[in-house]
């Protein structure tokens, strides 16, 4: 039950209290004990890749391959909504909203330093710091950020979109369940879930906090001397957090869509930049060659488990980034669902799956292919100096260039190294300080976003929580991001996401089974459950309009009317 009057009106206690109470405590265990959380989160998440890698890699596989059925099948033109429904936002700030919540943040981080680890050695080239590892490292990032991370975003946001807009169910993690378990959703089960979801989300996004105000402060560092200290870290979350809560007060329509536009923007104009001064030739033919080669070597990529060797390396990248990326799918697949009311199956599928997916290859391209063909160039040089004689010895081995050692040294560092690189004068430092900037924002979006999330699963799905409960999680969040980075526990938490990979796992499989059901049944005209009159239950003042919409219009005959509050 939701409270219905006072500072709490709306919230569900039960979900709230008992998050709550899980984040804290598991906060300080991996704050005071940061060590030993470490290690036993290292053992639990090494275990669970080494016995459960064949299961991530099916899964992941197998619901792409579903979301592509999907979008080409008969069930594509179903609406996310009411057949007569429109979209709450246009196209582009939709899809901006899409990459800012999705992907913006680690594209960033990971846009020079991916390829240049797959560049100093990778299991599909016999040599590193080579040709042929430049274009493996290529496909490899392709692989790892193209539509296998976006296809497990889509079928959360999907399926949760698909059972409140459609059916009248709340917008929360719990309502995926109602095809297999009824009415027990609203009970300990769907309780279980939702606790489950928010404390993933919680520890995701203040993790993300954490670690990208390290990569801010090694920007700043470098073009601006500011020293890197714990100190300013810690005043950058403050900061960071402060406009977050602005932002999430101001609501989905204003704040977040705003600040996505924004970075888009900014982000479209970065890579101009980077494509005129940079190696301009190269990064559009290795855009070309990446994409064909990704597509060439997808299904072989997908399927492989390095079954003969068993070397690791797959555990270290590929089967550590897919409970990786569903750890994150909670938060990121209701925020899609959350601005994809109105939406048919087809167009949130193409528009989330395919869109982004060709942004993420650009980006890559320019970065990525920018910081390949300055090692090339520096190979060259170091292979020149040989031949002269200058170096001889142990010095005469070419170990990597300034932006690989850079990125082995320090992988927040290696983007800032790139466009040193690219020029050491003013141009350079303004390249610097517009990713500074980008990264303020970005992570502005992702945790007002977040704040959001959080709050909704705390509200039992309203589309507006609270105003006090999002204060109190974006407060919350920034706490958790500093006192883990004061006491070195982010590690522990980033070991432990994985570890939590697992149950979202098995839930993504339930998700797909429950959807699969209920798009049957309405293909016969059934509905989900026998039809009931619902109760009304009061709502905050002046949310008429966030009511489900099985309450402000006669429903069609397969739509579940709302049994949210029995």
Known sequence: ?????????????????ISKILVIGFVIFCGLMAKEAGAFFQQVSDSILNNFKWFYLSLVSGV????????????????????????????RSWLAMLFSGGMGIGLIFWSVAEPMWHYAGNPFAETGLSNEAAQTAMRITFFHWGLHPWAIFIIVALVMAYFSYRKGL????????????????????????????VAITAFGVSQSLGLGVIQMNSGLNNVLGIDISVGNQLMMIGLISFLAILSVLSGVGRGIRLLSEWNM????????????????RYILHTLIEGTGDYLGNIVSLSTWSDAQDDSGWQNWWTAFYWPWWMTWSPFVGMFIARISRGRTIRELIMGALIVPTVVTFIWMSVFGGSAL???????????????????????????????????????????????????????????????VLLLATYF????????LVLCTLNSRGSPEPPMVLRVIWG?????????????????????ASIAAGLPIAVLTLIMCISLMKALRQEELGLPLSPVRQPVPQPEPEGADEFLPAQLQAEPAPVLLRASGDR
């Open 1 to 17: 039950m939701k409270h219905d009057s006072g500072l709490v009106r709306g919230i569900d206690p039960t979900v709230t209290v």
């Open 64 to 91: 792409l391959c579903l979301l592509v059925w999907l979008m080409l099948s008969r069930f594509g033109h179903i609406r996310l909504g009411r057949d007569d429904e429109t979209p709450e936002f246009s196209y």
């Open 170 to 197: 709340p917008l929360t993690m719990r309502s995926v369940l109602y095809p297999l378990i009824g009415d027990r959703i609203y009970g300990p089960i769907g309780h279980a879930v939702d606790i489950l979801t």
């Open 265 to 280: 923007l900014l982000s479209i104009l970065l890579v101009l930049v980077v494509l005129a001064v940079g190696p301009t």
């Open 373 to 435: 063909k300055m090692e090339q160039n520096d190979r060259l040089a170091h292979q020149a100096q040989v031949e002269s004689g200058v170096l001889v010895g142990e010095a005469a081995e070419f170990k990597g260039g300034d932006v690989l050692l850079a990125t082995k040294a320090e992988t927040t560092s290696a983007v800032f190294t790139l466009f040193e690189k690219i020029d050491d004068g003013f141009l350079g430092q303004m390249l610097s300080m517009m990713v």
């Open 444 to 451: 502005i979006t992702s945790a007002d976003s977040g704040t």
């Open 475 to 495: 407060v919350m969040q920034a706490f958790i991001a500093g006192g883990l980075l004061y006491a070195g526990g982010l590690k522990a938490v980033q070991t």
